[in-house]
């Protein structure tokens, strides 16, 4: 195991729904992101967080909430999703911005 | 455009061969390169990266070949096993600009039959 654990590890929602997806770490990392991965395409970054700070965000849809109280835990807030939002959501911390990323096992998500 | 290109998009290869996905790029300032294996169920995990200051990078049975003139690099997997059964990605990125500045290709999925 990587260390970075994320819970739920299968969601499924309606499109009026709010859920939120959790991500944590004490590996005492720095750096927190959220990528979407869907099939056949490359992974994409959602968000980054550096000492709880969010330093980007790469023209996610609002539907996307991202929050991060601590430097242990990440959350990922959803509500109104489309069809398409359907993926798997990983998490990732590093102990600084550039160095390696320990990625979480995901959180399968089905939007119906 | 920032992209990576990785090829084939799923590799079916027997126990002791030797599997190789390729990937190319086209933006020049590109100075960090991994690899990352991805398990059913699991994230992916970095495997091996280099720097285009070398042209070959080993890490036991796996090897990094890169070409800078012709934008490509390439990974090998010696002595192929079934538990090397996995999707692997490659990526690239500026090496300053972090783990959020990471352009990643579309993933290959290797099957190692016994």
């Known amino acids: 195991e990587t260390g970075v654990t994320q819970t739920p590890r299968h969601l499924v929602m309606g499109m009026t729904n709010k859920k939120s997806l959790k991500c944590e770490q004490h590996l005492g990392h720095n750096a927190m992101y959220w990528y979407k991965q869907s099939a056949k395409k490359p992974l994409e970054l959602m968000f980054v967080y550096s000492l709880e700070e969010r330093v980007e965000n790469n023209s996610v849809p609002s539907r996307f909430s991202p929050e991060c109280p601590n430097s242990s835990h990440l959350f990922l807030h959803l509500h109104t999703l489309q069809p398409e939002d359907s993926a798997l959501y990983l998490c990732?911390?590093?102990?600084?911005?550039?160095?390696?990323?320990?990625f979480g096992q995901g959180t399968r998500l089905t939007v119906v | 455009q920032q992209q990576v290109k990785q090829s084939p998009q799923s590799l079916i290869v027997q126990k002791g061969g030797i599997p190789i996905i390729n990937c190319a790029y086209e933006n020049t300032a590109f100075d960090y390169f991994p690899w990352y294996q991805q398990f059913p169920g699991k994230g992916p995990a970095l495997l091996i990266a280099?720097?285009?200051?070398?042209s070959e990078k080993k890490e036991g049975r796996f090897t990094i070949s890169f070409n800078k003139s012709a934008k490509q690099f390439s990974l090998h997997i010696m002595d192929s096993q079934p538990g090397d059964s996995a999707t692997y990605f490659c990526?690239?990125?500026?090496?300053?600009?972090?783990?959020?500045?990471?352009?990643f290709g579309t993933g290959t999925r290797l099957t190692i039959i016994p």
């Open positions: 990732a911390s590093s102990p600084g911005r550039n160095t390696e990323a320990f």
């Open positions: 990526a690239a990125s500026i090496g300053n600009f972090g783990n959020e500045k990471l352009t």
């Open positions: 280099i720097r285009p200051d070398v």
